[in-house]
């Protein structure tokens, strides 16, 4: 069964950091070139991509807005992927969402194109 877990979630102040971790089922992984990337959502907005990995090259790729201030990593031998997040601003208050793509990452944020997701985990930033 294909699975997506994410943890990691609570209260940050604005200015302070968060690790956020997914785990991936090994089925999804094993064997299986993927693209493996976080979205979020808040309300009123439409889910938007914040970053990703693939798992074949390793290639990172961020949104606008979080580039420079978080980071997406991988540790493959635990089949997890981390979104640490530095200098958080109020504007990053959302649902962190960790999906899968079937293939590598295109650079493209089309939700339509990762078939799994996780539950997700709130994010709330305070003053």
């Known amino acids: 069964q294909v699975q997506l877990m994410e943890s990691g979630g609570g209260s940050v102040q604005i200015g302070g950091n968060l690790r956020l971790t997914c785990v991936a089922s090994?089925?999804?992984?094993?064997?299986?070139?993927?693209?493996l990337a976080w979205f979020r959502q808040s309300p009123g907005k439409k889910r938007a991509g914040v970053a990703s990995?693939?798992?074949?090259?390793?290639?990172?790729r961020y949104g606008d807005s979080v580039k420079g201030r978080f980071t997406i990593s991988l540790d493959d031998t635990k089949n997890t992927v981390t979104l640490q997040m530095n200098n958080v601003k109020p504007e990053d208050a959302a649902m962190y969402y960790c999906?899968?793509?079937?293939?590598?990452?295109?650079?493209?944020?089309?939700?339509?194109?990762?078939?799994?997701w996780g539950q997700g985990t709130q994010v709330t930033v305070s003053s």
């Open positions: 999906a899968a793509d079937s293939g590598f990452c295109d650079g493209s944020w089309v939700l339509g194109d990762f078939p799994w």
């Open positions: 090994p089925a999804l992984l094993k064997n299986n070139r993927r693209c």
């Open positions: 990995i693939d798992t074949g090259d390793g290639r990172s």
